[in-house]
């Protein structure tokens, strides 16, 4: 996590180091940490105290009070599994008498019904779809979306909030929630939850391309809905979404579990610089990650599939490099 100056002391039982260089830090020992079975942990310039789950909430995601440590809990384990080789199924599988997911309970419980349109608690994902009428927006149509593809992914239109309708999958392709697409560039938000789900544990797509995946040993990652629905139309089976631009330690899991060697091909918009990129991704350091390098292909916040299948094969075969190539692309 960027610490510096980690050493151990009092024998092996304290390990003590100096906050990341972001934190402006001053205190050489400001990080201490019992060599306990709890880890019990203290950041003591910053008042941080608990274990090595509340450390890293703060480092990672800025997070200081019980309640922001529990929201983010399931991701902090899984951004401590993913840096440290663990596999969760198999910790799971190694005490099945133990809820792993024990932290996630009162989070479930307490969940917030706000939605970005309107508070509808008793709706289900089932009874949220009649809302929608099934049928391809015209703009959509004019952007290259198809028929079949309207079919495929079972695209509707909302005309009380004039946006696009899109089913959000798990894993083993239940229907979990539906996002809602604007039409209009301009809208505050571009795209909006009509139900509750946790999107941070899943990527659009998955569950229709891991067969595909699995076969080609390879994975295209992209930011949008938009983005996957074109390049799985356009051939490219084995395309997934991070519903948004960052990856989350769960994704980025699951991304993991698929193979030891799989290929993982990050096409980020033309707005995310390199920097952010290799933040994002440093998750998977362990496997073999390529990522786009835009050298003004694309524009603003251009994504890979704006300017059609063309152009995005061109980006496919020649803008993009392994992160251990960087140094010799400049």
Sequence with gaps: ?????????????????????????????????????????????????????NITGYLIYDLSTFEEIREKLYDIACYICNALEYNLDELSSNQKKIDWNYFLRPIQKERRTEFYLENIPENKPDTVKNRFIPCLHQKWYQEGISHKSRDIFDLGYDARYNRI????????????????RSIEDLDEYKYIAYYPFYKTIELFNYHRAIDEIKKKNQVIVVESEKSAIKIFQWGYKNVVALMGSDLSPAQSQKLKKISLNLEIIFLFDA????????????????????????????????????????????????????????????
């Design 165 to 180: 309708s899109i089913p959000i999958h798990s894993s083993n392709g239940d229907v979990i929630g539906y996002k809602g």
């Design 1 to 53: 996590m960027d610490c510096q100056n980690i050493k151990q002391e009092q024998n092996g039982n304290l390990i003590v180091a100096k906050l990341p260089e972001k934190f402006d830090p001053h205190n050489s020992r400001s990080i201490q940490i019992k060599n306990n079975e709890y880890l019990s942990s203290v950041i003591r310039t910053k008042g941080i105290e608990g274990d090595l789950y």
């Design 271 to 330: 707005d995310k610089d390199i920097k952010y990129i290799l933040s994002q991704v440093k998750q998977l350091r362990t496997r073999e990650v390529k990522i786009m390098v835009n050298k003004g292909l694309l524009k603003d916040k251009d994504s890979p599939t704006d300017y059609g299948s063309d152009i995005f094969k061109t980006i496919l075969n020649n803008y993009v490099v392994p992160i251990k190539g960087l140094k010799n692309e400049g």
